[in-house]
């Protein structure tokens, strides 16, 4: 570090110190821990300010935000995966001395053999660590591969074919509430309306075109070329416009966080805003 | 006969004040009758002098096992009290008493009214439960029939996903196939995929560069279709860069992937001849944390300033903040997901993007390996038979609903039957 960076460093500290003076007074007649509240208010203000420092550019500020955050989370995830999934769940079923060493109430099944299994896999796991069996560490992660991909595959089937393609049954000329009277009473009654029957047909011819046309951009054994190179288009550019129309919602979303994370600055913060 | 002036008048008067008497009297009968009549419609709720409020018994209480499941539910249906199907209700709910093995009968749950049906889900196979329900009104109680008793089973096989099961050996049958043929050498044309194309080039430029390729393999474990998907490319990508003597980081939320990313690593520059190479530390683990991951990738992209960004695998609130640091370094960037929030982002700011099922061809289009190209080639088997039922199904929907053809409708109930979500 140079020296421009100690004394900005120095600043910083000493912004921290005032605001947090400041907003333990002005939480004094409030609560009855106003220091600490106070503290916990302005550290999080300075880390939301580090943190955003980033748009300038990488700094020490951000790099100590992003440190902090990178090692309390890390060590709060180890923390949750050995007392929710060793403590909470494996050893209750495994041996009634641990159940009480951790103060866990005890749950007896004739099944519980079974949970020897994630615990044989697990120690395969951590043969990882020696060079002589390291190979073995292997079988559990083909477990976990394998597993994965016959369970998966009939979950997709079911949720991205099975549902996918039943949903697809749109009538293209008219439904119960908008029945199909022929040709002359369809363009005598032809309204644009959001609920009319020509909309409704609309929507649907969209629904059917989109579908299959989506569906032969990603056939990929068949050269896009022709009429079915025709169709890929129509069917990536049916794709494009439903990106477009998602990003526009999604960054809606990120708008009200950014909306989040200002008012806390402004209001619990600074107090500019009530 | 002549009538006088006074004489009309005063039968006028009589037939008037008559007139006026047979209405009164009719008045006060119809009120009488009104009287009677509602006091008799109540006699049907008040028994006169008590003041109880009596409702009738559910009827046709049936308990019977819950169908495909693993022998941990019974089903409960009955045909509410009479006196809960009218408007102005008298029925208050229904109590509903369970016994085990003959023993004394403890209530299990109070329902409300209009309930028809209830799940036990807390019995056991060993066990046979009876049940019986209680309607009760404001101030009396009515005991249904008692159920024989019945015990949960296990069933083996979910007979109502039939259609699933078939479909899936259609298509499992139809990738074996396809492997086969491809084993036998028979040729199979994949289409050009220019996201991956861009792999050799993209990694080429970093090793000109001389600058290291960053590779995010996604958020999610292994336990992720996405997540496999995205280390087969690492396969790839890993060998091309043994063989161009580059360097790869790998940041990565998950211990697991860590592992297999390592494992997947180390095959690849093994299989290039260079396993000197290779290196534990080219794949590290970070967090868990979703935004702290994103902090650190975006701190290492900044300051290592990689020259190509993988991003492949699943994504979630982090794909933007991810690709536009990438953009913002300089960094060419290949990008790929199947979750179709995320894809946006990445078309944005991304010069490739994988689009959903790519991601999944890309193994088997980078390897060229028959096993894999044939599981692709019967994939798209799977998609033309989406295609023709989706065809068939509109068609038949259409004309149905149109014409009111009932062999249209029964074609379309059917189908919907077989491509149901169950």
Known sequence: MNRSTYILTAIVVLLFIVSWTLKAVSLSGEVD???????????????TLAIFSFLYKDNPFYKFAEHLFVGVSAAFWMCQGFWSTLVGNLFPRLSEGLSNFFMVPYQYSP??????IPVILGLLLLMRLSSKAGWLSRWPLAFIVGTT??????RYLRSDFVVQVS?????????????????????SHLSLSASGQFMMILANWIIFLGVICGLIYFFFSKEHKGVFGFASRIGIWVLMITFGASFGYTVMGRISLLVGRLTFLFRDWLEIIS | MRVGKSTFLHLCLAFSLSLILILILLTLVSAQEVDSLRSSTDSAY????????????????????????DGEQLKLSWVPSIDDQLVDSKVLGYRLFRSIDGG???????????????????????????????????NFVVQSIVTAAISPEREWLNLDRGWLFIIALFISIAIIFFVEKAKRGHKLYVRKIAGLEAIDEAVGRATEMGRPVLFIPGINDMDDVQTLAALTILGRVSRTIADYDSQIFMPVSRSLVMTAARETIKTSYMAAGRPDAYSDDMVNYVTDEQFGYVAAVDGLMVRERPATVFLLGAFFAESLILAETGNSVGAIQIAGTARPAQLPFFIAACDFTLIGEELFAASAYLSGEPRQLGSLKGQDVGKGLAMSVIILGVLAVTIATAWDVEIMHNVHNW????FSSN
């Open chain 1, 33 to 47: 821990d106003n220091i600490t509240r106070g503290f916990l208010i302005t550290i999080s203000a300075f880390l």
């Open chain 1, 111 to 116: 099944y519980n053999i079974t949970y020897w």
């Open chain 1, 149 to 154: 991909a016959g369970l998966n595959f009939i």
């Open chain 1, 167 to 187: 949903s697809t049954f749109v009538p293209l000329l008219g439904n119960e509430s908008h029945p199909w009277t022929g040709i002359g009473d369809f363009f």
């Open chain 2, 46 to 69: 008040t028994i006169p002098d008590s003041g109880l409020v009596l409702v009738a018994p559910v009827t046709s209480l049936i308990a019977e096992d819950y169908k495909y499941d």
């Open chain 2, 104 to 138: 004394t009968p403890e209530i299990l749950a109070k329902l409300p009214p209009g309930t028809n049906s209830f799940l036990d889900r807390t019995v056991q196979r060993e066990r046979k439960y009876q049940y019986y329900l209680e309607t009760f009104s404001e």
């Open chain 2, 415 to 418: 189908l919907l039957g077989v």
